[in-house]
């Protein structure tokens, strides 16, 4: 199986920060990465599929970038909405796994 | 508007049975993917398993987690995906979300995410 690790587990940032989350898989899966962004007792929310490109309605100060086995889901400009819980997955092939996630919280 | 909603979560024993549902809205259900997620309590998020669209046979993959003892299968005149759980154990106990994929290119991605249905398993 694929592992995705991601770092750091937990950070704090303000309001108007730039914060910039990684991701990194055990083997190469091309760009076949995406990341969902999940707040306290709700569903996940898809954000970035193709590991940079932006799901319909997705603030475009959410980017992500790499392949192979190093990406990263950068926010260019936190606003309050965006504290969450964010989460890489892979799906270049079987199983699919996901990311431990990354708490962003408020500083 | 896209909708999946999942039902059929409860308390169940171990060693238990339980069916759970996803009905689909708003999009060609029996041309997509579909998948089932799980949460485990304060825990990160886990694939469970996947069935393929008519055009692929309906073929289903599943974690090793859950093979041999968790069923998925679809009915697509109902526009539904349904979750057949057996021989249950503790370590099952999570909220089970019902997901929609969708392909950009040749492999699929998780997009459009139910609710979720809770299921415990404790005595």
């Known amino acids: 199986d694929i592992q995705m690790t991601q770092s750091p587990s937990s950070l704090s940032a303000s309001v108007g920060d730039r914060v910039t989350i990684t991701c990194r898989a055990s083997q190469g899966i091309s760009n076949y990465l995406a990341w969902f962004q999940q707040k306290p007792g709700k569903a996940p929310k898809s954000l970035i599929y193709?590991?940079?490109s932006l799901q319909s309605g997705v603030p475009s100060r959410f980017s992500g970038s790499g392949s192979g086995t190093e990406f990263t889901l950068t926010i260019s400009s936190l606003q309050p909405e965006d504290f969450a819980t964010y989460y890489c997955?892979?799906?270049?092939?079987?199983?699919?796994?996901f990311g431990q996630g990354t708490k962003l919280e408020i500083k | 508007e896209v909708q999946v909603v999942e039902s059929g979560g409860g308390l169940v024993q171990p060693g238990g049975s339980l069916r759970l549902s996803c009905a689909a809205s708003g999009f060609s259900f029996s041309d997509h993917y579909m998948d089932w997620v799980r949460q485990a309590p304060g825990k990160g998020l886990e694939w469970v398993g996947r069935?393929?669209?008519?055009?692929?046979?309906?073929?289903?993959l599943y974690a090793a987690s859950v093979k041999g003892r968790f069923t998925i299968s679809r009915d697509d005149s109902k526009n539904s995906l349904y979750l057949q759980m057996n021989s249950l154990n503790t370590e099952d106990t999570a909220v089970y979300y019902c997901?929609?994929?969708?392909?950009?290119?040749?492999?699929?991605?998780?997009?459009?995410w139910g609710q979720g249905t809770l299921v415990t398993v404790s005595s």
């Open positions: 997901v929609r994929s969708v392909n950009y290119g040749p492999r699929f991605t998780l997009d459009y």
């Open positions: 997955q892979h799906y270049d092939s079987y199983p699919l796994t």
């Open positions: 193709d590991a940079s």
């Open positions: 069935s393929r669209n008519k055009a692929n046979s309906y073929t289903t």
